[in-house]
């Protein structure tokens, strides 16, 4: 008889994420209590919050706890159905963790159309990333046409659609991005203006002559080091949007240096969760699908193949070793 | 014959200012040209930002030259006119310098009304500091009553406005100050909530106590290990004003630890200088002006004596020894 696969919780990391934090774990698959479905999960989204999540520290979100399923969004198929709004085949998005099946009330699942877009592309572009990419750009960084919009971990699944929305307003996009492939291709494929190799070393020299005139607005998704660099570059009465910090998830926090461009080119910094305010998803959605299926806001996915793979692919994530938006290919 | 005497900047400071960075002049008395009036200063305002106008360092107003005279607020009377809104004997304030007289273009000067209010209040709550105060907390923060707003250099010409306004518009207001007699003052006569004593050792512990319920609005003068610790202490969806960051006005920058909160705790942090947007000076004197003839917002000053004592007496300021507002008076 098919079990449910799951991976747990089994320890909290020190520092870096190790396989030994997870367990995967077999128990029976669940039935459907009353206005729940079944959902057979066909791809599990892996996204760098996770790791805030294994931390006891306190955050925005709930810590998982030691022995529960991993968090996640996920995407698969109805199975089962004593919700009315679901029938038996439908196409779901949800946040049902890391495992092969799983029952939820139906008022926490959406339902999506997978036959113009791949389901895959709604953990993405159109899911939580390219939301994120959205608000963040659009809702706080705001850039205005001729602008310069600087982001960083360019090729991933956010910073891939923060460089294209910027040029689709007019801005001038430049990526920051890990090796000469990732750049390759947040230029020639992306087709962002400029992108800087920060594995290079010449961050500092690099950052100038791709930015000639400052920075206007930053979609900060590392920090640490880099982030501290770029605000060297930041014009007066520019924004950052924070939307993550994943340099600093596994260690201690970079000791910033140059905070003070903030009081002396009056920057507007601000830390957002796209979960904050769903009101923005609609619009954010709808801008986001309408460039998807007219191409010009394009995505690129790396896949690992089965459950068992989830926790190596997401501890390559932390280490930027995606490339594209990273996912598990379930079923 | 009586001469101008005026301070200038006789070489930039390598770290802590020295009074031998200044270097007392005389020269004679300038003559009014066309639509231009002579003022004998009768007050200086001596303020932080003039630390950056002695360095080189690019920053968001031009350095002072080395030979050039010393910038800064002043108040006095005018002695010769040839403006047509200006008559001698009216009371004016201008930026016209660390000198005891100056020739300005009476579009350079405002007239103010020294009949009910001392001279010297509009170079400090009803002028630059008070507008200073106001704009951060009232346009920046925006405290929601029953918020918890924390204001560093509480008994400072900022500071004390801003805790004062805080408790006005409903808020609970606390203070950092240097040492105890000055926390005494922020508690005793300016009725803020609480003060911190951050001389006193147990910052930390001091500041849980002070904000039970964590802190909405920041209001940063200071910088430096008090702003890293401060950020600890941040609610979601707080705001920081960044105003001054007195403490690396003189050192190496501060390795800030904490930037982390803008993510976790979604802050919007903003740096601002009073000038840069003209049109909220009026409705911040309004306001101001109301208050201060009520005596629900009460100010303190610190005079130093004569045009000589500017320069000791501006060390002194850096370094916290100033008690409310610094000014010098000039005859």
Same mark, same amino acid.
């Given at each position: ?16 994420? #190790? ?21 057979r999960n066909r791809? =599990?989204? $892996? ?22 399923? &991993?968090?996640?969004? *996920?995407?698969? #198929? ?18 049902? !963790? ?10 926490? =699942? ?15 572009? $159109?899911?939580?990333? !390219? ?5 963040? $750009? ?13 982001? *960083?971990? @360019? ?10 929305? @910027? ?5 001038? %996009?430049?990526?920051? %991005? ?5 750049? +390759? ?6 087709? /962002?203006? %400029? ?23 930053? /979609? #900060? ?34 000791? &910033? ?8 080119? +009056?920057?507007? &910094? ?7 305010? =769903? ?5 954010? $959605?709808?801008e986001l699908a ?13 896949? @690992?193949?089965?459950? %068992?793979?989830?926790?190596?692919? /997401? ?7 995606? /490339? ?6 379930? *079923?």
């Open positions: 008889m098919e079990k449910n696969q799951k991976i747990v919780l089994a320890n909290r990391p020190a520092a870096w994420v #190790e396989e030994s934090n997870f367990r995967l774990e077999e128990s029976p698959i669940p039935e459907p209590g009353a206005n729940q479905v079944l959902v791809w =599990l989204s $892996l996204d760098p919050y996770m790791r805030g999540r294994m931390s006891e520290a306190k955050s925005y979100a709930k810590s998982v706890e030691i022995g529960e399923v &991993m968090v996640g969004g *996920t995407a698969g #198929e109805v199975v089962k159905s004593n919700h009315p709004k679901f029938a038996v085949g439908d196409t779901v998005v949800g946040a049902m !963790g890391w495992q092969t099946w799983a029952v939820a009330d139906g008022a926490a =699942l959406q339902k999506v159309d997978a036959s113009a877009v791949p389901l895959s592309a709604y953990l993405g572009v $159109l899911g939580m990333p !390219g939301v994120t990419a959205w608000v963040g $750009l659009m809702d706080i960084c705001a850039p205005k046409a001729g602008e310069t919009v600087v982001v *960083t971990a @360019a090729s991933g699944a956010v910073g891939s659609v923060v460089g294209q929305l @910027a040029k689709i307003h007019g801005a001038r %996009a430049v990526g920051i %991005a890990g090796g000469a492939e990732k750049c +390759r291709y947040v230029v020639e494929e992306l087709g /962002f203006d %400029a992108c800087i190799d920060y594995k290079a070393g010449n961050l500092r020299g690099d950052l100038k002559e791709a930015t000639p005139k400052g920075i206007d607005c930053l /979609f #900060e998704n590392v920090g640490g080091e880099i982030f501290d660099t770029l605000l060297t570059r930041m014009n007066p009465f520019s924004r950052i949007a924070v939307c993550g910090l994943i340099a600093q998830y596994n260690s201690a926090p970079y000791p &910033m240096q140059n905070i003070g461009a903030v009081l002396i080119n +009056r920057i507007r &910094m601000q830390g957002f969760i796209v979960s904050d305010d =769903l009101s923005r998803w609609p619009p954010a $959605l709808k309408g460039h998807v299926a007219s191409g010009r806001i394009k995505y690129r996915e790396s896949v @690992a193949d089965g459950l %068992a793979a989830a926790p190596a692919a /997401f501890i390559s994530l932390l280490k930027g070793g995606n /490339f594209g938006k990273q996912l598990v290919k379930l *079923t």
